[in-house]
């Protein structure tokens, strides 16, 4: 692969860091005004209360879409959500070739298929050892430890030097499903000289190495064993390893298993097609529930992150058809709290407390462990490796911040402190951040997809803290009210503190922004329209305190 003069290679992430998910990373070669491109994951985050009714938030692609003529392929390193869920709303924005593992695209296919309307994205597949190319860049796949089947780090090869790209990993020495992280391949790739190490942050802070898998699910046995009723376990749908775990726990407890969640039986089916449920007793059937002895059961359901509309939640909430937990029944959080989700997860523990059920957590037993790498694991990809660069993403700024810091006493020579939309120049010369890109977030609302303006979601917002008046005034031919004005409050308060109806002080200052206008200048209904919302507007917020949106009809 011949050097071409002035040519950079540069690394762009416009979502991942500086923030947990919605990972999307570029990598630029050739010279300023024509690199090539190759987009590394394509991940979604999830809204929280401030977004209310948007569905997913995804990445801001405007910088790569004016770059689409030089856009040589996307490759996806897992099929996480935070990795690969925005694949199918964006695709049809960046239309490039796309490469995947047979376990992600198996993924991608079956959620294609659930989603209406979902693009058929051309797919090639890679494994693990593999290598190919996109544009100027030469790809190898190493296999690594994760938290689902088929992680991908990326060795990713141009003439201006070597970038291992580690996507989510950590060390497993045993893992249950998969090979465990290769050490040699990462040593003889080292061997060879890495310009830079781009690099999960995400257990940063966290001294130690990871528990193994296996020691994961001898912890679920001893859980499921002691257990006197039922036991529910929720978990990541995604981590296959894990709910082979809790089949194998619960197969060896003497226990059944059924699945509960849409999510998490589309990855069960893919696994087992792929033979990743291979040797398991087969899973009983929701109509079979009732025919089971509760201490014969084991639950495998959606819902770890406080999702109401999953498994877990609708448990809790006693409103599934055939399935119901009792006082004395064991749930098992097999999983971390995203940042974010803390209160909908305590919501739903409270309610299955009060229903009488035990909760079992990872502080009470080992019954979940991380699929990202602690303080000493990175030491050891450090050792390893030997980069040049060192460039910590997938992390919070204090995530980032402390990665920086235990690559440098690991001698890495230059530590890069970049966030999203961050132009950062690997090679040639030091490494240097020598622009900005557009940055940010835009939203999947329903079916239609655009920013927060776009989508409505400013106004949501507002709606939601302090409601909605609607107003309609009529004049007659002299420019009088023809009656008195329709009002249509929505969630405002009815009355204020002396018990005065809100409405009725709303409709009699609507009346008085009309009266105080002379006569001549009420031929002017914008005039009239805009008197009548700030008055309307400002006499809720007099007893209220808060300003309702409001939309005023004027007519004649």
């Known amino acids: ?242 709910i082979r775990s809790i089949a194998e726990a619960a197969r060896d407890a003497g226990r059944q298993v059924l699945v509960l969640g849409r999510s998490l039986k589309r990855v069960i089916d893919v696994s087992g097609e792929l033979g990743y449920m291979d040797g398991l007793p087969e899973f009983v059937s929701e109509e079979d529930y009732g025919y089971i002895p509760r201490e014969n059961l084991v639950v495998i359901c959606t819902g770890s992150q406080g999702e109401p509309r999953a498994a877990l939640a609708k448990l809790a909430r006693d409103e599934m058809k055939n399935v119901a937990l009792s006082p004395g029944d064991t749930v098992v959080y097999s999983s971390r709290v995203i940042p974010g989700n803390e209160k909908a997860i305590i919501e739903i523990k409270n309610l299955l407390i009060d229903q009488g059920m035990k909760i079992i957590e990872d502080g009470d037993a080992l019954v979940h462990v991380s699929g990202h790498p602690r303080r000493n694991e990175l030491r050891k990809m450090y050792e390893w490796v030997r980069p040049r660069i060192a460039v910590p993403v997938h992390g919070e700024a204090a995530h980032l911040v402390a990665h920086g810091s235990l690559a440098s006493m690991a001698g890495v020579p230059e530590v890069a402190q970049i966030r999203d939309g961050d132009m950062l120049r690997l090679a040639p010369g030091p490494a240097e951040i020598i622009d900005q890109v557009p940055v940010g977030r835009i939203y999947k609302d329903g079916k239609l997809i655009g920013d927060d303006q776009v989508m409505g979601i400013k106004d949501r917002r507002k709606l939601s803290f302090a409601g909605h008046v609607a107003v309609n005034v009529v004049l007659d031919d002299k420019y009088e009210l023809a009656g008195d004005p329709d009002i249509v409050p929505i969630g405002v308060a009815e009355t204020d503190a002396r018990g005065n109806s809100i409405e009725d002080l709303m409709l009699d200052a609507a009346i008085g922004a009309v009266d105080s206008i002379p006569r001549a200048r009420r031929k002017d209904l914008d005039l009239v329209q805009e008197a009548v919302r700030r008055a309307v507007r400002g006499s809720a917020n007099e007893v209220w305190g808060k300003k309702p949106i409001v939309t005023v009809f004027v007519t004649r």
């Not at 992430?13 to 491109?37: K, Q, T």
């Not at 990445?59 to 099929?79: K, S, W, Y």
């Open 1 to 242: 692969m011949a050097k071409s003069e002035n040519a950079e290679l540069v690394f762009v992430p416009l979502g991942g860091v500086g923030e947990i998910g919605m990972n999307f990373a570029l990598y630029g070669y050739g010279p300023v005004n024509s690199r090539e491109w190759m987009i590394v994951d394509v991940g979604v985050t999830f809204p929280d209360a401030t977004l209310p009714g948007v569905d997913l938030v995804l990445p801001d692609t405007r910088f790569i879409e004016q770059e689409l003529r030089n856009l040589r392929g996307i490759v996806i390193t897992h099929a996480h959500e935070d990795h690969y869920g925005a694949l199918l709303d964006l695709w049809p924005r960046l239309k490039a070739p796309v490469w995947m593992t047979p376990f992600a695209a198996g993924l991608l296919d079956a959620k294609r298929q659930s989603e209406s309307g979902a693009p058929k994205i051309p797919v090639t597949i890679y494994k693990a050892g593999e290598t190919f190319k996109v544009g100027p860049f030469e790809i190898e796949a190493i296999p690594v430890a994760h938290s689902i089947p088929e992680p991908m780090s990326l060795a990713i090869t141009t003439p201006a030097g070597t970038v291992v790209h580690t996507g989510d990993w950590r060390i497993d020495p045993a893992p249950t499903i998969g090979p465990a992280t290769d050490e040699a391949r990462f040593r003889a790739i080292g061997d060879k000289g890495v310009l830079a190490l781009i690099c999960d942050s995400t257990n940063a802070m966290r001294e130690g190495d990871s528990p193994s898998e296996q020691a994961v699910g001898k912890g679920l046995r001893e859980v499921i064993e002691q257990a006197k009723g039922r036991v529910a376990v929720t978990t990541f749908s995604s981590n296959v390893g894990r």
